[in-house]
Every structure is written in structure tokens, then in C-alpha cells.
């Protein structure tokens, strides 16, 4: 059984960055997209990036020029570059992993910007 693990998530200020990773407990192959989705309290869980194999990526609107996706597929690992972060990033975010007959999540990391 394949877990995936995130790590980077803390306390930030507004304006500051943080760099979330992703890994997988094994090798996996043909993973098609990877992603993140985050979770703030009393909303439901919602899409913030994700990229293919190919490496084209696609980000909610709200992240839109302020957070970065990328991968290694080597190393089965997806990442989070989150710029200029704000009150409302505040939230669980959970990465996600595509294998071709299943879909795979992580636990999550808490990210919570405040001053």
C-alpha cells in the first residue's frame, strides 16, 4: 500500500513563503497527475494546483501567480511553491498522487498564515 506524506506546512507571516513537499512511501509507476487541494476550517476541501506527466500544470484561481506546482517523477514527488501567502491560504492542504487504478492522498500539513 503506497501512503503519501507531506511536510512544510507551519506558521507563516502574511507575505512569506513556504515550500510544501510530498513523497511517496514507495515507487510508483505511470503516475499520471499530481496535485494539492487544501481544507480551511468550517469549508469544504478545495482544488488549488495540479500537474500531468508532461508537466503542464493548472491552479484555481485564487492561487493564480502566487503559488508554483512541480514534481520529480523519479522520486514520485510533487511540490508546493506558496509566494505572497495570505490569512485565507490558511487551511489543510492534502497532495494527491494518480496511479493508473487509483487515486492517492496524504494526511495533510497544516498551513496557517497569520501575523
Known amino acids: 500500500q503506497v501512503q503519501l506524506v507531506e511536510s512544510g506546512g507551519g506558521l507563516v507571516q502574511p507575505g512569506g513563503s513556504l515550500r510544501l513537499s510530498c513523497a511517496a512511501s514507495?515507487?510508483?509507476?505511470?503516475?499520471?497527475?499530481m496535485g494539492w487541494y487544501r481544507q480551511a476550517p468550517g469549508k469544504q476541501r478545495e482544488f488549488v494546483a495540479a500537474?500531468?506527466?508532461?508537466?503542464?500544470?493548472n491552479y484555481a484561481d485564487s492561487v493564480k501567480g502566487r503559488f508554483t506546482i512541480s514534481r520529480d517523477n523519479a522520486k514520485n514527488m510533487v511540490y508546493l511553491q506558496m509566494n505572497s501567502l495570505q490569512p485565507e491560504d490558511t487551511a489543510v492542504y492534502y497532495c494527491?498522487?494518480?496511479?493508473?487504478?487509483?487515486?492517492?492522498w496524504g494526511q495533510g500539513t497544516q498551513v496557517t498564515v497569520s501575523s
Open positions: 514507495r515507487r510508483m509507476l505511470s503516475v499520471k497527475d
Open positions: 500537474i500531468i506527466s508532461g508537466g503542464s500544470t
Open positions: 494527491f498522487q494518480d496511479s493508473p487504478v487509483r487515486r492517492y
